[in-house]
């Protein structure tokens, strides 16, 4: 005998320290990989969610200190009278205003005369402070003709605007501009009220983010970093800026980049035409995180240098038993065949050695199963011949009408059957489908063939018992019932054709509608056979099924069938259809019931492809013929 000669070239114990190393690696990693993300989503959802409550926070303020400013204007401007000069007494008010609230310094009321673009001072007031010891010039305008000209649209629509007066190495300052649009057409000019509001304690509230507060035009009005807070600065080219525009919401967060920085973005808008912006580096923001991946980088290669040390001590351990297996191996190879393993341990070496010491048996016991195997298919080949004979003959022909048929199951055994009688000039039609196919399904044909063939012989004697569908799905019902036990339904159709009073009464058991084709004016008509009621063999007695009727005549045709036909799908997986059947049909209608049934099962053949058929297939085609 051939000895084989077996070498080792590469050892399990160095392919389980290998794969112990690998396996630990790539989770060690992974872990890292899901704990940064995880910790990076985390951080930026803070800090999202800080800086929204931080924009939101700082907006209310500025929106109160804005409001209370208007409100001090609107009382300023209903001492003002365009056609009058400011009287003492007025002056007085104007002044105890002033001196009652703490968010204008300084006011100033013009008259403006919107046309030319001109303004003239009209009347001024301090709050305990004058002009000089806050950058101003007495009776200097707080603003020009020219900043004037620029925001008169937005005061013309809007009533107020907002201007950045801030000066170079000074505090951040801002303009509030409340035009009284009542006077817009008066001679003497629309007063036009001008508060100075200082931000100086709003500037100290902020801490760490930037936060930008501009009108809708990017123009900015105030910025917590002083070089960017000048009257000038627009941001109306940020990213973030922009978003506020393509968005429906009045917040929103998000990453940006914006002058070679990549940056964090929250804006917010609290009200009156303004936009408030809070921005934070991306390095400041995530420098936690960038600590954390250096640690656990650190962690996963002690964790890694720890494993390789205790997989070559446990490798050598648990390689020993199958060092002893694998020469044991070699006597087999070298014809030592009474060799018997030692059936050692509880593991998976032990219960390799088992499995190898009983091998000869499963053989001998796999024999028995393949023998007891075709005995099976043999008693399956019996019953699906037996079977086969419970199915009428393709073709059936008299005086007054001809059938043709076919049947096709999808395995050994069906689930489909089909049925007709003729009880002198009528004649029952049965078509059936139990739930799926196969031994079981057939044992359920077999009952509602035998119990139809049982009303048959009943109906030979007493010839009304076929009068009444309804009543011939009852009978059937209480059979299916009784033969599946509940377990095994059966969707079901009968219909009675009665020559002498040319109609065809019919009712249904959840079975696909049966399709009559009605000739009129010679051409056909489809006239759908729908009839409510339950599957067979759901409940032990019912009898709630729906009886209809429709008259019939010479050349009518009747097509019977089950969904295997319409539900059959090709190996593309589309369904054949009832489209498909309907076309199919239509084109055939003048010709002979068999050359119908031929053409229809052609089709549906070469649709289905080689591939076997996903359900029985039942057709029937019925002619009245005179």
Not at 179 to 197: C, E, F, S
Not at 569 to 588: H, I
């Amino acid at each position: 005998m051939e000895q084989h000669q077996i070498k080792v070239s590469f050892p399990i114990g160095t392919k389980l320290i290998i794969g112990a190393v690998a396996l630990l690696f790539v989770f060690i990693l992974s872990l890292n990989i899901i704990t940064i993300f995880l910790f990076r989503d985390d951080k930026l959802a803070y800090i999202y969610k800080t800086q929204a409550i931080e924009a939101q926070l700082f907006g209310k303020q500025f929106i109160n200190s804005s409001t209370h400013a208007i409100e001090t204007l609107k009382t300023i401007l209903a001492a003002i009278d365009p056609g009058r000069p400011v009287e003492h007494s007025r002056k007085s008010t104007i002044q105890s205003v002033m001196s009652n609230q703490s968010d204008v310094l300084a006011s100033q009321v013009f008259l403006v005369k919107p046309e030319a673009k001109h303004m003239t001072l009209h009347t001024q007031s301090l709050k305990e402070t004058d002009l000089v010891s806050i950058g101003y010039k007495v009776d200097q305008p707080l603003i020009t003709e020219k900043e004037l000209s620029d925001i008169l649209p937005e005061i013309m629509k809007t009533g107020f605007s907002f201007i950045n007066l801030t000066r170079v190495g000074g505090h951040p300052m801002m303009g509030l501009i409340l035009a009284d649009r009542l006077y817009k057409n008066h001679p003497k000019g629309m007063p036009v009220a001008i508060g100075l509001l200082t931000l100086k304690s709003l500037a100290e509230t902020v801490q760490g983010t930037q936060i930008t507060v501009s009108n809708r035009k990017g123009w900015v009005l105030f910025d917590s970093d002083i070089t960017k807070g000048l009257p000038q600065n627009n941001v109306s080219q940020s990213p973030l800026f922009q978003s506020v525009f393509k968005s429906k919401l009045n917040n929103g967060t998000r990453e940006f980049d914006f002058e070679e920085k990549h940056l964090l973005g929250t804006y917010v808008l609290p009200g009156l035409n303004l936009v408030v912006l809070t921005t934070t580096e991306w390095e400041n923001a995530m420098r936690a995180t960038y600590m954390l991946i250096e640690k656990f980088a650190l962690i996963g290669a002690m964790a890694i240098g720890t494993a390789i040390i205790l997989s070559i001590f446990f490798a050598k351990t648990l390689t020993a038993p199958l060092v002893k297996l694998f020469e044991a191996t070699k006597e087999v190879g070298n014809g030592n065949f009474r060799l018997k393993l030692e059936e050692k341990g509880k593991d998976e070496i032990g219960i390799l050695s088992r499995s190898f010491n009983t091998m000869s048996k499963k053989i001998v016991q796999l024999i028995q199963e393949s023998v007891d195997k075709v005995i099976l298919e043999n008693e399956l080949s019996i019953a699906s011949l037996v079977q086969q004979n419970l199915i009428p003959k393709g073709d059936f022909k008299n005086d007054w009408i001809e059938v043709q048929s076919y049947y096709r199951s999808a395995s050994q055994c069906g689930g489909d059957w089909w049925g007709f009688f003729p009880i002198g000039n009528k004649m029952a039609f049965m078509v059936a489908d139990a739930t799926g196919h196969g031994f079981p399904s057939a044992l359920i044909t077999a009952s509602a063939r035998s119990c139809f063939s049982v009303i048959q012989k009943l109906s030979q004697n007493q010839k009304d018992i076929i009068h009444s569908p309804k009543s011939l799905l009852s009978f059937a019902n209480r059979a299916i019932y009784d033969s599946g036990n509940g377990q095994i339904m059966m969707t079901f159709f009968v219909g009675v054709i009665d020559l002498d009073q040319r109609t065809l009464t019919y009712a249904s058991a959840g079975h696909n509608p049966p399709w009559l084709f009605k000739k009129e004016d010679g051409k056909y008509a489809l006239k759908s056979l729908a009839a409510s009621g339950q599957r067979l063999g759901e409940t032990q007695d019912y009898d709630d099924f729906e009886e209809k009727s429709i008259s019939i005549d010479k050349d009518d045709i009747l097509f019977l069938y089950t969904d295997g036909l319409t539900e059959g799908k090709n190996t593309s997986g589309d369904m054949f259809g009832k489209k498909k059947v309907r076309q199919t049909l239509e084109a055939q209608l003048q010709l002979p019931p068999k050359k119908i049934v031929d053409n229809l099962v052609s089709e549906f053949l070469k649709h289905n492809g080689i591939k076997a058929l996903d359900d029985d297939v039942t057709i029937a085609v019925a002619q009245i013929l005179k």
